[in-house]
């Protein structure tokens, strides 16, 4: 028998609340499925539920080997989602699994490393699009992009923490995506899932979950 070397990947889901009754319930944004057919229509994908320190238990059961920590939800706000996504970081850092990071990924993966998150400005950051610089990466030249944004925390590139490297600012000093120095986390602040089209920087990222290409 031939082994199964697709990628498996997971991926974490907001917290929602029904309207008139009390249930809450974990979510993924339909983008998202679009999203994996057209970027990786080879990978296999899954929910992963909001299970606190017992999420990595189904990570393992289900023999995933990837892991995006998807946006949604505050840090703070749900005490069972930032307790499911640092479960899930920290099983996949010590197990040398490759990560990414989207929106609040990326503030999940700054925070258990002990950086700090600051208030975003909320007239370039909420709702709307702006345009970023990027450094040089792997085989990637420095680019200009513009880019959706819908965070309301941030992180001052004079405060990033040691253990990553900026990959690309925004003109207000805010680090809009970073790679974990010993390589092993990646994550952007925007949404790519949203664009028709993913940046340079995502498809690399997304070929390194894949296994296709290391950094």
């Not at 009390?22 to 999203?35: K, N, P, T």
């Not at 208030?119 to 513009?146: C, M, N, Q, W, Y």
């Not at 790519?192 to 290409?213: V, Y």
Request: hydrophobic letters at 40%; aromatic letters at 8%.
């Amino acid at each position: 028998m031939v082994a199964d070397t697709r990628p498996r990947i997971g991926v974490t889901c907001r917290v929602t609340h029904a309207q008139g009754y009390v249930e809450a319930r974990d979510s993924l944004a339909q983008d998202w499925i679009g999203f994996f057919e057209s970027q990786l229509p080879e990978a296999l994908w899954q929910m992963l539920p909001n299970r606190g320190r017992d999420a990595p238990r189904h990570f393992a059961a289900w023999g995933l080997n990837a892991l995006i920590l998807s946006g949604g939800n505050s840090l703070g706000e749900e005490p069972v989602k930032d307790e499911t996504d640092i479960a899930l970081l920290e099983y996949a850092l010590d197990n040398d699994i490759p990560v990414l990071g989207i929106c609040r990924g990326m503030q999940v993966m700054h925070h258990y490393f002990g950086g700090r998150l600051q208030p975003a400005d909320k007239t370039l950051h909420v709702r709307g699009r702006h345009f970023l610089k990027s450094t040089s990466v792997g085989t990637i030249p420095a680019f200009t992009l513009e880019v959706n944004s819908y965070h309301t925390q941030c992180i001052r590139a004079d405060e990033l923490t040691d253990a990553f490297h900026p990959l690309a600012l925004c003109g207000d000093g805010t680090v809009e995506a970073m790679c974990a120095r010993d390589h092993r986390a990646y994550a952007v602040m925007w949404h790519p899932e949203r664009d028709a089209l993913p940046d340079p920087l995502t498809r690399h990222f997304l070929k390194i979950l894949a296994g296709m290409d290391h950094d």
